[in-house]
């Protein structure tokens, strides 16, 4: 059974920094697709950040070049490094790890999407 676990959440002020962990068990985040997404009060959950199975990583228009996605494949775990906080930014922060199963012959017939329990950042002087 997959397993997300989230830290690293808490209150940081304009312009600060947090890192967020988010450790896997039950599957290596190194043979998967992970993602970072938020969601602030009365919005939409959005993607953040992610990064493909073969590293390739993608980020938000509003975080690029402020945050970095990130993992570590000893510890099975993924990072969501974040600089140059604003108010903004402020929302619970859920990791996400997408996996595809499937024959040789097609090896992402099936996908399964697993979430974390989410953290709160908080941006506030």
């Known amino acids: 059974q997959v397993q997300l676990v989230e830290s690293g959440g808490g209150l940081a002020q304009p312009g600060g920094s947090l890192r967020l962990s988010c450790r896997a068990s039950?599957?290596?985040?190194?043979?998967?697709?992970m993602a970072w997404y938020r969601q602030a009060p009365g919005r939409e959950r959005e993607l953040v950040a992610e990064i493909t199975s073969g590293g390739s990583t993608n980020y938000a228009h509003s975080v690029k070049g402020r945050f970095t996605i990130s993992r570590d494949t000893a510890m099975n775990t993924v990072y969501l490094k974040m600089n140059s906080l604003q108010p903004d930014d402020a929302a619970v922060y859920y990791c996400?790890?997408?996996?595809?199963?499937?024959?040789?012959?097609?090896?992402?017939?099936?996908?399964?999407?697993?979430w974390g329990q989410g953290t709160q950042v908080t941006v506030s002087s």
């Open positions: 996400k790890l997408v996996r595809y199963m499937g024959p040789v012959e097609q090896p992402r017939a099936v996908r399964n999407d697993y």
């Open positions: 039950g599957s290596r985040v190194s043979r998967n697709d």
